[in-house]
């Protein structure tokens, strides 16, 4: 009877099989503490005093046991030391097999692999469409797709429409991002001339159904992070191999979007601390459950106070037409309460709007 992969699936018992084997492999001293703390990812001195107190570690004992188990019964029962006992209790391998359970992990890997497999087929209506063609050229996986998808046996799908302007240029965008690739681009911006770009690609970014490649372009402002919208470009973008790529320092799209709602920064802003109130259970349930910035902090909930029925929020981010927009697709139902900058430039675009609708009579 084939025995049981220590390995598979989310419970206590994998997890805890696969950190206390990656433990016992680098052949060091290890105690139950150690695995706990590795699963919990904390330090050892973050742990209980008493450590039965932590949650899963009567599963983790047991494991820790079948594990060894495991290993003595291909390498022998003399592959581990222990020493001390309860939780000063420590052991180590020390047999000659560097990988006794390399069939179990192999094993883990090809399910893995299924798995990822399944998802690719079932996700064809997630993904663009180029993106699927160009990288699974002349794979079973794109027939058996398109087959899935004519019999009407999708499972996934997004909810905007994926047939974009210059969209079946991303999987080459993409590769020359990869290939560290300098790209000539011929590029209209926004109410402007058409510009010739030499452009060292970074990353690429979809926000609210559109597609952006962020990069360096030669002899333009910003020096990183310079903006290009896929629909905005005019033709194919061809590779200039004779140029050396320049890339963005370390680190620089993390900060670069971490301040911000969507992809754009405004001329000037600066970060504000913006508190804003629901005035209704509804929209405030809107935006506590999809916040628009991971800085999203609930001041107040939503309650009757003396000046009002409302919830209280914030966020510390720097205001652009994304933000903006997001607020305002809210319509009465969020205020902006400060800072004043911000609450007169939402006011100032409300009455804009309002002035396209004046009442007659």
Known sequence: MQRKNLFDGESYKAQFAIITYRWLMSRQWVTYADIMADWLGRSIEELPANLSNCEG?????????????????????DCFEEEGNNRNKRFRYVGKDNDPLADMRNAKAINNLRQYWKFCQDSAGFFPKSWLEYFFKDCQDLLDMKAKRHKGEQVISASLDRILTNIEYLPSLYEAITNKMVLEID???????EVTLMFHPHYLKEYNGRWHLFGRAEEKEPEYGYNIALDRIQSKPRERSMVEYVPAPKHFYDEFFKDIVGVSHMKDAQKEHIVIRARSLYIYKLMDTKPLHKSYTVVRPFAQYEDGKYAEF??????NNEFYGRILQ??????????ESVRNEIAQRIHNLADLYPKKG
Not at 62 to 75: D, M, N, R, Y
């Open 57 to 77: 570690y009567g599963e983790l004992k047991k494991t820790v046991g079948i594990v060894k188990k495991s290993i003595c019964e291909i390498v022998g029962n």
């Open 187 to 193: 590029y209209k911006p926004f109410d402007e001339e």
């Open 314 to 319: 914030s966020f510390n981010v720097e205001p």
């Open 330 to 339: 809210m319509g009465a139902g969020l205020e902006v309460v400060s800072p």
